[in-house]
């Protein structure tokens, strides 16, 4: 089996194009955390698209690669992957949703634990704290 990671490339953001069928929505402050997260990480995770260059999943990857503070440390180029010829809309609508469903949620009381834990235990400011991690 090849698996579409093994072929990462490069691509001009511009040259990619959302899919009119993802039923993810991003909030404004996670958008701004997912900006931080690629300007201070990097790229840990390609774009999928379609050999015609439609997003499967990462179109909120794509759209803040807009940003100048990303965009221009990669030249508008985004790490992208491209599914396996063959697959039909369906399997790509699902590809869509199961990517994002697989992901999680996140929990607010998992998420209490790890701030006290950062702030009482590690000695980490709220200052910290709300930079970076919203």
């Known amino acids: 089996m090849k698996n579409p990671i093994d072929s990462v490339k490069w691509i001009d953001r511009k040259s990619l194009n959302p899919n009119n069928y993802n039923p993810n929505n ?11 997260s690629i300007k201070n990480c990097g790229w840990t995770q ?8 439609e997003i499967v999943d990462g179109y909120h990857r794509w759209l803040v ?3 100048p503070d990303i965009g221009e440390a990669t030249k508008y180029k985004v790490p992208c992957v491209i599914m396996a010829e063959g697959s039909s809309i369906a399997d790509q609508m699902a590809a869509t949703v199961t990517h994002n469903r697989a992901r999680g949620s996140h929990h607010v009381l998992k998420m209490a634990d790890m701030v006290r834990s950062l702030k009482d235990t590690h000695g980490v400011s709220e200052d910290w704290i709300k930079e970076n991690l919203g």
Do not use: F, G, T, W
């Open 65 to 67: 690669s807009a940003d």
């Open 26 to 36: 991003v909030a404004p402050l996670e958008l701004e955390l997912l900006k931080q």
């Open 46 to 53: 390609p774009i999928v698209i379609r050999k015609n260059r």
